[in-house]
């Protein structure tokens, strides 16, 4: 998370112990909000198509297909484009699995991450972007006990969901 000691619009020292960071020269108020992510998992025949991770934080671990979202853009889009940028298909969204709060690594800052179910509609499938491989998984074989806590989650929740 962003530490904010100075006012990043005028400069001015923080008051000290302000939680969230407050300046009282512009009267702004820093907050330490949580980063939105959008996710989906493209189900067929009782199995999930995830991401392996080319880079830290949790490098080598499965893990959802998307990303951060750009400032002016719908979790759905945003999850749509994420999986054209790191998979090269085409993907429907079908349904909301869930919303989780988590932290990007260790140190990272907070992340709110919508996580969608979804189908493949065309493309041809290749590991891009910050994907070192993609792999078809059971659905009743998803492992829960590594990479972010948000993605153990939405896997929990997938599991429940399809009664495995």
Not at 32 to 60: C, E, Q, W
Not at 86 to 96: A, F, R, Y
Not at 103 to 118: A, F, P, R, S, V
Request: aromatic share 10%.
């Amino acid at each position: 998370m962003i530490q904010y000691n100075f006012c990043p619009k005028c400069g001015n020292k923080v008051d000290e112990g302000s939680e969230p960071a407050h300046c009282s020269i512009c009267n702004v108020t820093y907050y330490r909000n949580a980063k939105p992510g959008a996710s989906v998992l493209p189900v067929k025949d009782g199995k999930v198509l995830l991401a392996i991770r080319a880079n830290d934080p949790y490098k080598g671990c499965y893990d959802i297909i998307g990303g951060f979202m750009e400032a002016d853009e719908l979790p759905e889009v945003a999850a749509i484009r994420e999986a054209k940028e790191e998979t090269g298909l085409d993907v429907k969204i079908t349904s909301l699995l869930g919303i989780y709060v988590d932290q990007y690594g260790e140190d990272g800052d907070y992340t709110l991450n919508m996580h969608y179910i979804g189908e493949i509609t065309g493309g041809e499938m290749q590991a891009m972007d910050d994907v070192a491989a993609l792999e078809w998984v059971s659905i009743e074989d998803l492992p829960l006990e590594q990479g972010f806590q948000n993605t153990r989650d939405g896997f929990r929740d997938l599991q429940k969901l399809y009664a495995v």
